[in-house]
C-alpha cells in the first residue's frame, strides 16, 4: 500500500491570527463522489503539521443519521486493513463476517452488505475508516465517509487519494458535513506523488503549494485551489 505525506506550514504572524480566531486545519477525504461528506480530521495548528497515513482501509458500521454535524459513533468495524475488491457482511449480530468475493465489488473498492433486520434497524450508516499520524500521533480508524444503506441492501465504497485541506472551526473530526464551504486546497495524492508541502496563505485564506522548483505558485499539477469568492 502507497505511503503519504502532507506537511502544512502557517508563518508565525498567520498562525497568531488563525489560533486566535479558533480555526482548525481540517482534512477530508472522498469517497465514491467527487466531494468528501465527513470530515477525516480536525487539527489544532502549528506552524508546521506534518500527516502521514497509508492507503489502508477499513469498514464501519453506525446508527448515526447522515445529517450535517452529526458525530459519528461506529457501532462495528472491520479489521484494518480491509480486503478490497472484497464485501463485508453486517450480520444480525451486529458484526461483521468476511471478506467475500462477489457483487461486483472492483479492486480499490470495498463492499459492505446490510443484513441487520429491517425490525430491528430499518437503515444503518455505512463507510470507511483510515488512520494517520498527526505530527507523530496517532489518530486511530477515523471515519471518512458516510452512507444511509437501507436493511438487505448493499454499499459498494471506492476511496480516492486525493485530501481536501481547508480552515474553519465549527466541526471536530468524524463529523458529517453536506458540502465543504469556503476556499480549500485539494492535494492530488497518487500516481507517484507521495509527498505534498502546503503554505497558509493569508490573503488568499487557504493553503497553497509553498513553491515549485524555487518558485511561488497557487496551483500546480498536484494541487488544486478552489476559491469561490473570487469572480
Known amino acids: 500500500m502507497p505511503s503519504y505525506r502532507l506537511q502544512l506550514l502557517i508563518e508565525p504572524k498567520d498562525l497568531e491570527v488563525v489560533r486566535a480566531s479558533q480555526q482548525r486545519i481540517t482534512l477530508a477525504k472522498p469517497v465514491s463522489n467527487e466531494s468528501p461528506n465527513v470530515v477525516w480530521l480536525s487539527i489544532d495548528p502549528f506552524q508546521s503539521t506534518e500527516v502521514q497515513w497509508d492507503e489502508e482501509y477499513g469498514v464501519y458500521a453506525s446508527t448515526t443519521a447522515v445529517q450535517e454535524g452529526a458525530s459519528i459513533t461506529k457501532l462495528s468495524e472491520t479489521g484494518v486493513p480491509a480486503q478490497d475488491g472484497s464485501y463485508y457482511t453486517f450480520t444480525p449480530g ?7 468475493a462477489g457483487q461486483g465489488v472492483a479492486r480499490g473498492s470495498y463492499g459492505a452488505q446490510n443484513d441487520m433486520p429491517y425490525s430491528q434497524y430499518p437503515v444503518l450508516t455505512f463507510g470507511l475508516t483510515q488512520s494517520a499520524l498527526i505530527n507523530q500521533k496517532p489518530a486511530e480508524r477515523k471515519p471518512i465517509s458516510a452512507t444511509p444503506v437501507l436493511a438487505t ?36 495524492f497518487g500516481g507517484g506523488v507521495n509527498d505534498i508541502a502546503l503554505k497558509y496563505d493569508a490573503s488568499l485564506g487557504m493553503f497553497v503549494p509553498s513553491a515549485v522548483q524555487g518558485k511561488a505558485v497557487k496551483e500546480t499539477d498536484v494541487v488544486e485551489l478552489s476559491m469561490p469568492l473570487i469572480a
Open 94 to 100: 451486529a458484526t461483521f463476517t468476511g471478506p467475500f
Open 153 to 188: 441492501q448493499f454499499a459498494n465504497m471506492t476511496p480516492f487519494s486525493n485530501v481536501f485541506i481547508w480552515l474553519q472551526s465549527q466541526f471536530a473530526s468524524e463529523t458529517i458535513i453536506t458540502r465543504i464551504t469556503g476556499r480549500t486546497a485539494k492535494a492530488k
